[in-house]
Each structure stands twice: as structure tokens, then as C-alpha cells.
């Protein structure tokens, strides 16, 4: 009995052991400086920040900056992964206190945070060199019934990726230009040993899936919602899009079948093993596929337009994201403060020439500088120019919840893409007729 | 014997137990009892955000009205029903092997609890990379040894995918089954193994009609509560997959968790956790009686 004690207080032990080491892997940075916030005088403000980690490396290395040139606010950075995002922000706003004084916000998420309440009009704070110089499609992303609330911080959608070296040495010249093409290339490279497979997506049951969803349904002419804001899932170019996704699964084999249970952070690592041809993701991927310490395909990378079909030359889904003021905050001015900080002209230049991202000011794409130290910026202007936004629903959380699950159906062969879609359209009609 | 005793205690001595027990129950109330009573109380309105609307027990019955609701409570019993009847039958044989006397049996005992030491979230990323497709270690062991043609996508088919998650929660928990049995074994005093020998008991009837009822007890703590634990599994679903693939691994706390932070209605997914307690309060009750009944 007392040897099985011993052993009991062993696993405790041990568990704690574990326990905490998972506790500070599974959260995440916050800047030193946050620790000794309680420990200052009281006339430094500190301001909390949660923020998704897409370009979270970035932002905490211009905050020693802002503190430069702010002695009176201190910032206290947090960022989680994008899925988790969602569910921390809306259980701190919610219960209406101030844990947080700028929050990340999805484009899609602006419609529920605006009725809930949740982040704050900043019209007033806006300024005229703003309304003029940032790209109306970047800040139509924090705009509901023609109010602001927050400023978007990149122009992002999806890019395609391909790795030159491989389709080098595969005697590839011409980049396929529409889906069809886009297959037979992967065969094409499949067949020849160069790679397993031509493609891998993040299709889990995520949101990352209906972005995906996004680039066929766009490309084969489809909508998800029509001009009055109304649903519009089960119609022909939808079911043409799902059943090209199944297609690629099990008939031309083009796809990972992996991807059913990956995200799109999984696809940036094979990727950036030199492993897959091609990739599609977000501007944050080109930063780490050309960052030494976690790639091997430094400058092996290029940029081509998304694969389109018939007329329609490519398509992308856009995703920014933005920051805005918590409603519950105590410190809205120097909040404000911060993210003006990091939407201006300056450090959006740093931002894409660092980071890779596609600047929110519109005279920054013709800048020589920005343009030059940043290879890939002509292929992602052009494809900026071809990409579309998720439907904006208030509801947009359970459509989409709806839709993956439905889509996953479909991709795991439970049901054909019609059967699916029109699951989905039933159920998104319930949905919508409750608010 | 000691409710009698404390009884007395507390006539003598007025409120003195009262003033000793209140840091505890202070605390208590402040991280159980209070979070407890005011989810009950969201529970009966709708949420938007800050805003809420009183609607009496209309979440309830919109709970019980929907078939993702039903869907889910029929995997959730499913994943109960397979991975504690798994743990226990592997628990208990563990537990009885170990309690033989062997050279390296103490160094065994350690590895036992090595798995059940580690925090559901580690397991759940430790077994996903495992069951990864492309570069998954079992992929390339089963295909290694001739076992499967082609990579199997485990995680990518919704009733494969179920199992391999109670596979991993298998793996990590059988092993607090073999502990609490290996305690209860060694109160077995072996006497009885000597006496049911010389009346010429063979091995089964010695463990049918000796370890067993011996053991009952043990038994009971055991499926008490990995049976409320399977019913509330959430955290290994979350890492592993998500809900997914296609809703297959969506468990009634997961679905709860979607519907609450996902879909912002707290006052629904108030309603559904207290729906979940009520079955979980059932399931104990209905244990209660069994353990007193058979110790009467």
C-alpha cells in the first residue's frame, strides 16, 4: 500500500509537471513588459490587446516603438491561434468586462459584434486622410449600416503558391490557368514521382473549409447569399464547385485525402518541406515560406493566379481582419492610439515588406521601394483584384457551422454534393428565419 | 458511526464548525455554487450578445426539438458505452497481472501510469500526429509491414475517426482503472486464495467467487467515474478532431461548446449543460443504488 501511495503522488506530480509546461505552450506570448504593468506608476495606462497569431510576430516587434514614442501606455499583447480566437474574445466580451481593450476581428465576424454590441463606433475617430487613402475594400470589412468600427490591418485573401523548382524539373513552363488544367498538372507531376500530391488543403470541419469552398464556388460562378442577403446554397455552380473538391479526392486524385482532416496551417508545412507543388493560403504563409528557420524552400517560391473556370479567371476569398475598440474598455483614446499606430502608411510599408502582407493604403502599392523589396507583390495586386468576400450574415457563425459539416459529407462520400447543399440550404433557411 | 459523532460535535459547540468550514465553502461557492445558479438563470433566456430576453423553458424544448441534439447525445453514449468497457476489461487484466509477483513488475507499475500522467490535451495532439495521414508513425508502420496498401486517412471518415478517439481516451485511462483495482486487490488477504485451493477451487471459480465480489467496491468507484468522464469528454474531441469529420466525433459537450461560443448563445447553451448534469446526476444515483444494494 505505502509503494502504491508513493506511486500516486509520482503521477501527481508528474501531472502537474506536464500540466504546466502545457499551460505555457497551449497559451501564448505576452510581452515581458506586461508582467511589471501592476508594479508602475498610475499614470501609465496599459492596454490589452488580444489578437490572432497570423502576423502576431510582426506586431510585437514594432511595440517597443509605440512604447518609444507613447511614455504614457504600456501594451500588453496576447495572441492566440485564429480557431480559438473567436471563442476567448466573445466569452470576455460578453460578460461585459474589460479584460480586453483591442480585439481581432474577422471580417466575418463584424455583423455579430456590432449587434451584440460588443466594439465600438469609431466614425468620429477616423480621420479624412483615412476615409481617402485606405482601400474601400479593406474597410468595408469593419463596416456595418455605414458605420466604422476599427481598422482593418492587411488586405487578405488567398494566393496560390507554387514551389518553381519543382515544376522546374518536371519541365512545367506554362502555370495552369483553370481548374481543369490546374488537375491534369498535378497528375502530370504525380505521375512523374516529383510529388505525392498536387494539392493539400485545410478542408476540416473549420472555418478555413468554407474559404476553401469560396475559391471553386467564385470560380465556377457561383454565390453562397444573393442581392437581398438571403442564403443561396443549393443551386447548379455550387453543387459544380463541391462535386470538383470530391472529384479531386477520389477521382483524379489530385488531393491529399489528409486534407479532410487538416487546416491550413498543415499545408504551409508540407509546403514548406518542398513536399507539395503547389499551395493555397493566406499573404502570412509568403513570410514563412521565406524565413529560413522554418522552410526549405527560400526563395523557391512564386505567386500565380488562383485556377479559374470558363470565364471567370480566377477567384479568391478575401479575409482580413482588423482591430477595434472593446466597448467595455476604460481607455478607448490611447486603444485608438495603438491601432492607428499600426494601421499607418509606415507600418503597413514594414508590415508587407516584413511580414509579406498586402498593405491596407492604395497609394503603397505603387511605392518603388515596398514594390521592389517585395517579389511577389505585382502577382498579389493582380489577384487582390479577383477576390470575394463570405456572406455577411449576423448569423454567419451557424451557416457556417452548417455548411462545413454538410461539405464534410460530401467530401467523405456520405452524400452527393446535391443531397448536401440542399441539406444545407434547408437548415441555413431555419436558421435565418429565427432572427 | 462518524455523522452521529459530528452531530454531537456541533450541539456542543455551537457554531464552531460552522466559522472552521466557511473559508471552504466561501471558496466553494464562489468558483462552484455561483457559476452553478447563474448558468440555471441564463438558461432560461435568449442571448444576443449583452442582450437577453426572459423565454421560460423555451431552450429546453428547442434543445430536445432538434436532431443535432439527439445525434450527438447518440455518440456521446456511444463513445461511453465503447471506451469504458474497453478501459475496464484492459484495466482490470492489467491490474490483475500486476499483482503477480514478478522481477520487473514495479518498474511495469511506473509505465502504467505514464499514459494517465499525461493531460488529455497532450495526448490528443500525440495521437492525431500518430493517426496523421501523410506522415503519420502508424501509416508507416502498417504499410511497413504489409498490413494496408495505401495510407488510411484514420481521422477522415466520421465512424473511423470516433473510434480512434476512444482508442487515444483508451489508452490514456485505462490505466486509472488498473490503479484503483491493483489498491483494491492487495486488500485481498491471501488466505482465502490458500483455503479456496485446498477445498479445490480452480482458478476462474477462485476469481468469480473471491476477487470478484471482493472487489466490487473498487469496481464501482471506477465505473462511476469514468463513466461521468466519458459522458462529459470534450477535450481529447477538441484537439483530435474538431467535431469533424462531418459532425462524426461531435459529442453532446462539444456540440454544447459550439453552440455556446460559437453561435454566441449562451442562454441555449446553458440549458443544454444543464440537460447534460441532469442525465450525469442520473447515472449517479443509478450507481448509488446498485452499490448500496448489493452492500445490504
Given at each position: 500500500?505505502?509503494?502504491?501511495?508513493?506511486?500516486?503522488?509520482?503521477?501527481?506530480?508528474?501531472?502537474?509537471?506536464?500540466?504546466?509546461c502545457?499551460?505555457?505552450?497551449?497559451?501564448?506570448?505576452?510581452?515581458?513588459?506586461?508582467?511589471?504593468?501592476?508594479?508602475?506608476?498610475?499614470?501609465?495606462?496599459?492596454?490589452?490587446?488580444?489578437?490572432?497569431?497570423?502576423?502576431?510576430?510582426?506586431?510585437?516587434?514594432?511595440?517597443?516603438?509605440?512604447?518609444?514614442?507613447?511614455?504614457?501606455?504600456?501594451?500588453?499583447?496576447?495572441?492566440?491561434?485564429?480557431?480559438?480566437?473567436?471563442?476567448?474574445?466573445?466569452?470576455?466580451?460578453?460578460?461585459?468586462?474589460?479584460t480586453?481593450?483591442?480585439?481581432?476581428?474577422?471580417?466575418?465576424?463584424?455583423?455579430?459584434?456590432?449587434?451584440n454590441?460588443?466594439?465600438?463606433?469609431?466614425?468620429?475617430?477616423?480621420t479624412?486622410?483615412?476615409?481617402?487613402?485606405?482601400?474601400?475594400?479593406?474597410?468595408?470589412?469593419?463596416?456595418y449600416?455605414?458605420?466604422?468600427?476599427?481598422?482593418?490591418?492587411?488586405?487578405?485573401?488567398?494566393?496560390?503558391?507554387?514551389?518553381?523548382?519543382?515544376?522546374?524539373?518536371?519541365?512545367?513552363?506554362?502555370?495552369?490557368?483553370?481548374?481543369?488544367?490546374?488537375?491534369?498538372v498535378?497528375?502530370?507531376?504525380?505521375?512523374?514521382?516529383?510529388?505525392?500530391?498536387?494539392s493539400?488543403?485545410?478542408?476540416?470541419?473549420?472555418?478555413?473549409?468554407?474559404?476553401?469552398?469560396?475559391?471553386?464556388?467564385?470560380?465556377?460562378?457561383?454565390?453562397?447569399?444573393?442581392?437581398?442577403?438571403?442564403?443561396?446554397?443549393?443551386?447548379?455552380?455550387?453543387?459544380?464547385?463541391?462535386?470538383?473538391?470530391?472529384?479531386?479526392?477520389?477521382?483524379?486524385?489530385?488531393?491529399?485525402?489528409?486534407?479532410?482532416?487538416?487546416?491550413?496551417?498543415?499545408?504551409?508545412?508540407?509546403?514548406?518541406?518542398?513536399?507539395?507543388?503547389?499551395?493555397?493560403?493566406?499573404?502570412?504563409?509568403?513570410?514563412?515560406?521565406?524565413?529560413?528557420?522554418?522552410s526549405?524552400?527560400?526563395?523557391?517560391?512564386?505567386?500565380?493566379?488562383?485556377?479559374?473556370?470558363g470565364?471567370?479567371?480566377?477567384?479568391?476569398?478575401?479575409?482580413?481582419?482588423?482591430?477595434?475598440?472593446?466597448?467595455?474598455?476604460?481607455h478607448?483614446?490611447?486603444?485608438?492610439?495603438?491601432?492607428?499606430?499600426?494601421?499607418?502608411?509606415?507600418?503597413?510599408?514594414?508590415?508587407?515588406?516584413?511580414?509579406?502582407?498586402?498593405?491596407?493604403?492604395?497609394?503603397?502599392?505603387?511605392?518603388?521601394?515596398?514594390?521592389?523589396?517585395?517579389?511577389?507583390?505585382?502577382?498579389?495586386?493582380?489577384?487582390?483584384?479577383?477576390?470575394?468576400?463570405?456572406?455577411?450574415f449576423?448569423?454567419?457563425?451557424?451557416?457556417?457551422?452548417v455548411?462545413?459539416?454538410?461539405?464534410?459529407?460530401?467530401?467523405?462520400?456520405?452524400?452527393?454534393?446535391?443531397?448536401?447543399?440542399?441539406?444545407?440550404?434547408?437548415?441555413?433557411?431555419?436558421i435565418?428565419?429565427?432572427? | 458511526?462518524?455523522?452521529?459523532?459530528?452531530?454531537?460535535a456541533?450541539?456542543?459547540?455551537?457554531?464552531?464548525?460552522?466559522f472552521?468550514?466557511?473559508?471552504?465553502?466561501?471558496?466553494?461557492?464562489?468558483?462552484?455554487?455561483?457559476?452553478?445558479?447563474?448558468?440555471?438563470?441564463?438558461?432560461?433566456?435568449?442571448?444576443q450578445?449583452?442582450?437577453?430576453?426572459?423565454?421560460g423553458?423555451?431552450?429546453y424544448?428547442?434543445?430536445?426539438?432538434?436532431?443535432?441534439?439527439?445525434?450527438?447525445?447518440?455518440?456521446?453514449?456511444?463513445?461511453?458505452?465503447?471506451?469504458?468497457?474497453?478501459?475496464?476489461?484492459?484495466?482490470?487484466?492489467?491490474?490483475?497481472?500486476?499483482?503477480?509477483?514478478?522481477?520487473?513488475?514495479?518498474?511495469?507499475?511506473?509505465?502504467?501510469?505514464?499514459?494517465?500522467?499525461?493531460?488529455?490535451?497532450?495526448?490528443?495532439?500525440?495521437w492525431?500526429?500518430?493517426?496523421?495521414?501523410?506522415?503519420?508513425?502508424?501509416?508507416?508502420?502498417?504499410?511497413e509491414?504489409?498490413?494496408?496498401?495505401?495510407?488510411?486517412?484514420?481521422?477522415?471518415?466520421?465512424?473511423?475517426?470516433?473510434?480512434?478517439?476512444?482508442?487515444?481516451?483508451?489508452?490514456?485511462?485505462?490505466?486509472?482503472?488498473?490503479?484503483?483495482?491493483?489498491?483494491?486487490?492487495?486488500?485481498?488477504?491471501?488466505?482465502?486464495?490458500?483455503?479456496?485451493?485446498?477445498?479445490?477451487?480452480?482458478?476462474?471459480?477462485?476469481?468469480?467467487?473471491i476477487t470478484?465480489?471482493?472487489?466490487?467496491?473498487?469496481?464501482?468507484?471506477c465505473?462511476?467515474?469514468?463513466?461521468?468522464?466519458?459522458?462529459?469528454?470534450?477535450?481529447?474531441?477538441?484537439?483530435?478532431?474538431k467535431?469533424?469529420?462531418?459532425?462524426?466525433?461531435?459529442?453532446?459537450?462539444?456540440?454544447?461548446?459550439?453552440?455556446?461560443?460559437?453561435?454566441?448563445?449562451?442562454?441555449?447553451?446553458?440549458?443544454?449543460s444543464?440537460?447534460?448534469?441532469?442525465?450525469?446526476l442520473?447515472?449517479a444515483?443509478?450507481?448509488?443504488?446498485?452499490?448500496?444494494?448489493k452492500?445490504?
Open positions: 500500500m505505502k509503494k502504491l501511495l508513493s506511486l500516486i503522488a509520482l503521477v501527481l506530480a508528474l501531472t502537474l509537471c506536464f500540466g504546466g502545457a499551460g505555457t505552450t497551449e497559451e501564448s506570448s505576452s510581452t515581458p513588459e506586461a508582467e511589471t504593468s501592476g508594479t508602475e506608476n498610475a499614470d501609465v495606462v496599459t492596454i490589452n490587446i488580444l489578437s490572432s497569431d497570423d502576423f502576431a510576430g510582426f506586431r510585437t516587434s514594432v511595440i517597443p516603438e509605440f512604447e518609444a514614442t507613447h511614455p504614457g501606455i504600456k501594451i500588453n499583447f496576447q495572441s492566440v491561434g485564429y480557431d480559438a480566437l473567436h471563442q476567448k474574445e466573445v466569452t470576455a466580451l460578453a460578460a461585459g468586462t474589460d480586453y481593450d483591442v480585439v481581432d476581428v474577422d471580417c466575418i465576424w463584424t455583423p455579430e459584434y456590432v449587434t454590441g460588443y466594439i465600438e463606433c469609431v466614425d468620429d475617430r477616423i479624412d486622410e483615412m476615409k481617402t487613402g485606405i482601400l474601400d475594400v479593406c474597410m468595408d470589412i469593419l463596416r449600416d455605414d458605420k466604422m468600427y476599427g481598422l482593418p490591418m492587411f488586405n487578405d485573401l488567398f494566393f496560390m503558391y507554387y514551389n518553381k523548382e519543382i515544376l522546374e524539373n518536371a519541365g512545367i513552363t506554362e502555370l495552369p490557368e483553370t481548374w481543369e488544367e490546374y488537375d491534369q498535378c497528375q502530370q507531376l504525380q505521375t512523374s514521382g516529383a510529388c505525392e500530391y498536387g493539400a488543403y485545410g478542408w476540416a470541419q473549420a472555418e478555413g473549409l468554407i474559404c476553401y469552398y469560396m475559391d471553386y464556388v467564385c470560380a465556377f460562378g457561383g454565390s453562397l447569399q444573393d442581392a437581398d442577403m438571403n442564403p443561396t446554397i443549393n443551386t447548379p455552380e455550387n453543387v459544380a464547385a463541391l462535386q470538383f473538391m470530391v472529384d479531386s479526392l477520389y477521382t483524379t486524385k489530385t488531393t491529399d485525402p489528409a486534407s479532410i482532416t487538416s487546416d491550413d496551417r498543415n499545408a504551409i508545412e508540407l509546403f514548406s518541406q518542398g513536399r507539395l507543388p503547389f499551395c493555397i493560403n493566406w499573404s502570412f504563409a509568403w513570410g514563412q515560406f521565406n524565413d529560413p528557420t522554418q526549405q524552400v527560400v526563395d523557391k517560391v512564386g505567386v500565380m493566379l488562383i485556377p479559374g473556370h470565364d471567370i479567371r480566377s477567384a479568391a476569398c478575401a479575409g482580413s481582419m482588423g482591430l477595434a475598440i472593446a466597448s467595455t474598455s476604460q478607448k483614446d490611447e486603444a485608438w492610439e495603438f491601432i492607428s499606430f499600426l494601421a499607418s502608411k509606415e507600418i503597413q510599408k514594414r508590415q508587407a515588406i516584413e511580414g509579406g502582407s498586402l498593405p491596407i493604403w492604395a497609394d503603397l502599392y505603387q511605392d518603388e521601394e515596398l514594390l521592389a523589396q517585395h517579389p511577389a507583390a505585382a502577382e498579389m495586386v493582380e489577384q487582390s483584384t479577383m477576390a470575394y468576400n463570405r456572406p455577411s449576423v448569423y454567419y457563425n451557424e451557416f457556417s457551422t455548411l462545413q459539416v454538410e461539405i464534410q459529407n460530401a467530401l467523405t462520400q456520405a452524400k452527393t454534393p446535391e443531397q448536401a447543399l440542399a441539406d444545407a440550404q434547408t437548415q441555413v433557411e431555419q435565418a428565419a429565427t432572427y | 458511526m462518524p455523522r452521529q459523532s459530528l452531530l454531537h456541533g450541539r456542543r459547540d455551537g457554531r464552531r464548525p460552522y472552521y468550514l466557511a473559508p471552504a465553502f466561501l471558496l466553494l461557492a464562489a468558483v462552484i455554487l455561483i457559476p452553478l445558479l447563474y448558468a440555471l438563470y441564463l438558461s432560461f433566456f435568449k442571448t450578445g449583452v442582450n437577453r430576453e426572459f423565454v423553458l423555451a431552450n424544448i428547442d434543445i430536445l426539438k432538434q436532431s443535432y441534439f439527439w445525434a450527438s447525445t447518440g455518440r456521446t453514449l456511444y463513445f461511453t458505452i465503447v471506451s469504458v468497457a474497453a478501459e475496464f476489461v484492459i484495466g482490470l487484466g492489467v491490474a490483475l497481472l500486476l499483482s503477480q509477483n514478478f522481477k520487473l513488475r514495479g518498474f511495469l507499475r511506473v509505465m502504467l501510469i505514464l499514459p494517465w500522467a499525461l493531460p488529455t490535451v497532450v495526448n490528443g495532439v500525440l492525431s500526429w500518430i493517426f496523421n495521414t501523410s506522415y503519420g508513425s502508424l501509416n508507416g508502420l502498417l504499410l509491414a504489409g498490413v494496408i496498401d495505401n495510407y488510411v486517412s484514420w481521422l477522415g471518415k466520421p465512424f473511423l475517426a470516433m473510434n480512434c478517439v476512444i482508442f487515444a481516451d483508451v489508452w490514456k485511462n485505462y490505466a486509472m482503472i488498473a490503479l484503483i483495482l491493483m489498491a483494491g486487490l492487495q486488500t485481498i488477504s491471501p488466505t482465502y486464495y490458500e483455503s479456496a485451493m485446498i477445498d479445490g477451487a480452480n482458478v476462474f471459480q477462485r476469481f468469480r467467487y470478484l465480489p471482493i472487489l466490487r467496491p473498487s469496481i464501482l468507484v465505473l462511476i467515474t469514468r463513466t461521468m468522464e466519458a459522458f462529459k469528454v470534450f477535450d481529447i474531441v477538441y484537439t483530435m478532431t467535431g469533424g469529420p462531418a459532425n462524426g466525433t461531435q459529442v453532446i459537450s462539444y456540440y454544447t461548446y459550439q453552440a455556446t461560443f460559437g453561435s454566441s448563445k449562451f442562454g441555449y447553451g446553458a440549458a443544454l444543464y440537460l447534460i448534469s441532469f442525465v450525469i442520473l447515472m444515483l443509478a450507481y448509488i443504488r446498485v452499490l448500496r444494494g452492500e445490504e
